[in-house]
């Protein structure tokens, strides 16, 4: 088995060992390596740089001890030189190296796909979150404008009523002012004819007595003092509005989920929901379906 520490050609066992056979896994330096090429039963063989490898001693056989160089790809297991004539006679084999150096290119290949595909799904996830984002922000937008236009109608409102009842709890106190007035004037007129009355209890009872006392009856009789009227009264009715309510003057968002590939086929693979009854058309029959249960196949005919 070659030796990593050694790199020194396994062949001439003198020069630098600067190129690794990857099937007989031995050091050759260039001479050797250009010798080994013109062989017919290793022209074939690869090579690689030495430097950085660290070969690895060649697999046994559990049934003859032998190195392990061919791959039997009826059983798919590796198998030596006896094995080939032997046990796995009449088979079908390839070479052990081709099918590592083929499982290697295959891997890397694979390999580079998928991290390619990775690499590509990376990008569209950034620009979908970017997308989102934007959308989400937009959203916002429309709430917080929605909610700035019902702030401006709620404010419009207050305003209005506020208007309305000052101008008409204006009206209801100007006619309690104006029964206030006419009030204060009965109280003035009563104020002057009491002291009428106290300047003709003064003078002396003669016809001219006689006649002021009737013209202060009759004044009398002509005041009036109206009763007080009802007082308007004022009273506020607030509604049990709920956020609930609040909530209704707003428009909706919905927010699909996110769903992955997997998620994606198991709705695919979801039988679609079916009658109990299968329809049958018969055109030689009257017009009308036919309906056959898949469960007790009773048949029922609907016009």
Known sequence: MAQAASKTCEICVSAPGSQYCLECEQYFCENCKTFHNRQKISKTHQFQSSTGVIPEGKSKCKDHNEDVSFVCNTCNTAVCSSCVTGSHKGHEFSKLIDNILQLKEKNKNNLRRKVNEATQNIKQIEEGI???DV???EVVKAITEEGTRIKAMVDKCITEMIASLKEKSRIERDKLTTVFEDTKANLKAGSDL????????????????LQSLQKLTDDIAKMTVKPIPEFPNIKYTAKSATDNDVKQLFGNYIISEMRTQQSMNRERELPSPKS?????VNPTERRGYLYRCNKCGREKRYD
């Open 135 to 137: 959308k989400v922000t």
């Open 130 to 132: 970017q997308a989102f």
């Open 194 to 209: 009491d002291k009428k009355t106290n300047e003709l209890n003064k003078t002396r009872n003669d016809g001219k007595l």
């Open 276 to 280: 109990d009854y299968k329809q049958e």
